[in-house]
């Protein structure tokens, strides 16, 4: 650094106090943003990874497989949809009709499933979606109605299909897929997966309907039991969350109908453990490798165990 002449000291222009504690204050601001941004990066980076997409290679399919099963890994439907097309005569084997769900396909076997050829998918891909109202839970529909599959259009090149069934006036979670040995297994009563339904009424919940619906009240197909019921607001006794475990069509809805109810709104907050969570309305995300993994084990757990309603 350059003398200054003495002479010429009076002239020269001194930094203030403070000046010089707004430059450090300046300094230490930089310094701290930096280091922000540099834990932040790191902790985006970790979090891409834990939550990495589960895109699962499929073996090739070398044995013979039962006719509903190649359909289901075609990402046609699931398992059970497909024994129904088969069961409906619109599935074909080298140009002719099988309607035996077990029939045995074999290597080199043209399998045209509802006019589609049936490709086998090599990649299972999982989808989670918030679905909305006004879109029905099927691939396709004749009267062109909105169906859930537009929601996710362009984000993969694998035929999937919704496992289950909402509504079309029903919201929540929904899982995507095209792994029908999965989406047999969680849509199968015997196991017993658990949804959870946060409900909106037409007029308070009586005390005394709570406790018949927590007894089993009888529908037309048959006795009807749920897990949990609750008031989700006690101020509010027409807002209601309900845990249950039956498949049944549009079983919700014909609980508290029976009773003279109307379901106003109904959402799906939770389907196997999967929750809405940071997922906006209309949206989806992909699930990660450890959520298939809680899937699959969820799914086989209660394999072999009897199907019951309660």
Excluded: W
């Amino acid at each position: 650094m350059a003398k200054i002449d003495p002479r010429f000291a009076k002239f020269v222009l001194k930094k203030s106090n403070a000046a010089i504690k707004e430059a450090i204050k300046q300094e230490k601001r930089k310094q701290k943003q930096e280091r922000a941004a540099f834990f932040e990066q790191k902790k985006k980076e970790a979090a891409q990874q834990k939550a990495k997409a589960a895109v699962i290679e499929r073996p090739a399919i070398k044995e013979k497989m039962p006719l509903n099963k190649y359909i289901a890994h075609g990402g046609i439907c699931s398992r059970r949809d497909a024994a129904q097309l088969i069961k409906d005569g619109l599935v074909k084997v080298n140009g002719k009709v099988i309607t035996e769900p077990g029939y045995k396909v074999q290597d080199g076997d043209v399998v045209i499933a509802n006019g589609k050829k049936v490709v086998p998918s090599k990649t299972l891909v999982y989808i989670l979606l918030n679905k909305p109202k006004d879109y029905i839970t099927t691939t396709e529909d004749p009267k062109k109605r909105k169906t859930v599959l537009d929601l996710i259009k362009g984000v993969t090149t694998e035929r999937v299909y919704p496992v289950g069934r909402l509504d079309r006036n029903t919201s929540g979670v929904l899982l995507i897929t095209n792994d029908g040995e999965l989406a047999q297994q969680l849509t199968h009563p015997s196991s017993e997966v658990k949804k959870v339904y946060a409900v909106t009424l037409d007029k308070p919940l009586a005390k005394a309907d709570f406790d018949k619906i927590l007894k089993g009240v009888i529908l037309e197909d048959g006795p009807a039991y749920v897990d949990v019921l609750a008031y989700s607001d006690l101020k509010d006794k027409t807002q209601i969350g309900i845990e249950i475990h039956s498949g049944r069509n549009r079983i919700v809805r014909r609980i508290f109908e029976s009773l003279g109810y109307k379901v106003k709104n109904l959402d799906r907050v939770m389907f196997a453990g999967l929750t809405k969570k940071n997922v906006p309305r209309g949206k989806f995300r992909f699930l990660t490798e450890r959520e298939v993994r809680n899937l699959k084990y969820l799914g086989k757990k209660n394999k072999n165990k009897p199907a019951t309603d309660k």
